[in-house]
């Protein structure tokens, strides 16, 4: 099974920040990264596949990049409305995994 | 407007039975695979099953693997999770989740999510 390893597990930042959260592949898995955003009490939000795709009616502060092992999701610029828990996804294989979420806390 | 709604979650007790259903609208139900992701209280994501849009291909996490059975009935655009044999380990909020890949067998994402229901299993 691939292990997803996510970092930091939290980051504290301001509005207006650049922030950027990693994520490590067990095993290579090429392009096969997808990264959500959650909010309490509400459903996982799709942000990046591909591990760079841009879904659709997602703002353009959010970028992903990596391949491999090893991958990245920045937000350009934090707004209000960012401050979530964050978490890949490899979809290499079954089974699938995800990083154990990286929480974005106001600073 | 793509929507997924579950239902069915409630309180279980231990070795107990649950069905799960999740009505699916605003999409050509039959052309995706669908999947089903748990997530414990206070805890992360955990995917737990998938299946393909014609039903004839099933993924189950090891951890729930001969207990629990993924099916759909795309007379109904309706998914479903039957869970057997539960445990206290499986008290989750459990999502449906469309898979964002139409007809090509692959498992890229899950693009639209259900809120999800609440499994407890407790005595």
């Known amino acids: 099974d691939v292990q997803m390893t996510q970092s930091p597990s939290s980051v504290s930042a301001s509005v207006g920040d650049r922030v950027t959260i990693s994520c490590r592949a067990s095993?290579?898995?090429?392009?096969?990264l997808a990264w959500y955003q959650q909010k309490p009490g509400k459903a996982p939000k799709l942000l990046i596949y591909g591990a760079s795709s841009l879904q659709s009616g997602v703002p353009s502060r959010f970028s992903g990049s990596g391949s491999g092992t090893d991958f990245t999701l920045t937000i350009s610029s934090l707004q209000p409305e960012d401050f979530a828990t964050y978490y890949c996804?490899?979809?290499?294989?079954?089974?699938?995994?995800f990083g154990g979420g990286t929480k974005v806390e106001i600073k | 407007e793509v929507q997924l709604l579950e239902s069915g979650g409630g309180l279980v007790q231990p070795g107990g039975s649950l069905r799960l259903s999740c009505a699916a609208s605003g999409f050509t139900f039959s052309s995706y695979g669908m999947g089903w992701v748990r997530q414990a209280p206070g805890k992360g994501l955990e995917w737990v099953s998938c299946?393909?849009?014609?039903?004839?291909?099933?993924y189950y996490a090891d951890s729930v693997k001969g207990r629990f059975t993924i099916s759909r009935d795309n007379s109904k655009d309706t998914l479903y999770l039957q869970m057997n044999s539960l445990r206290v380990e499986d008290t989750a909020v459990y999502h449906c989740?469309?898979?964002?890949?139409?007809?090509?067998?692959?498992?890229?994402?899950?693009?639209?999510w259900g809120q999800g229901t609440l499994v407890p299993v407790s005595s």
């Open positions: 095993h290579g898995i090429s392009s096969w």
């Open positions: 996804q490899q979809a290499s294989g079954f089974p699938l995994t």
């Open positions: 299946i393909s849009g014609s039903g004839d291909n099933t």
């Open positions: 989740a469309k898979v964002g890949d139409i007809l090509t067998g692959y498992y890229t994402r899950f693009d639209y």
